[in-house]
Nanobody, 115 residues
């Protein structure tokens, strides 16, 4: 059974930091490309950051220089370090795993940036 379980979300003040984690089971984690998406109610889900199975990273322009995606293949976990958070970063953040025609999503974790 494939499971992607996000954690680490919460309420944070502007300028603060959070680290999201996504623990993955049921797949060959090291073979999958991993990504973080986010979604605000009424909007489409958007790509935040991605990391390939060999560690190549890609970021949305809005988070470059503030967010860092990383993976630990031994722990089957992908991370999203979020610094200098802004109110516009408020969203539900989803973890995503992809390998060829396989695609899986986590249940999401809420991040709220507010004073």
């Amino acid at each position: 059974q494939v499971q992607l379980v996000e954690s680490g979300g919460g309420l944070i003040q502007p300028g603060g930091s959070l680290r999201l984690s996504c623990a993955v089971s049921g797949i060959r984690f090291r073979m999958n490309d991993m990504a973080w998406y986010r979604q605000v109610p009424g909007n489409q889900r958007e790509l935040v950051a991605a990391i390939t199975n060999i560690g190549t990273t890609n970021y949305a322009e809005s988070v470059k220089g503030r967010f860092t995606i990383s993976r630990d293949n031994a722990a089957n976990t992908v991370y999203l370090q979020m610094n200098s958070l802004k109110p516009e970063d408020t969203a539900v953040y989803y973890c995503n795993a992809q390998y060829r025609d396989f695609l899986a999503w986590g249940q999401g974790t809420q991040v709220t940036v507010s004073s």
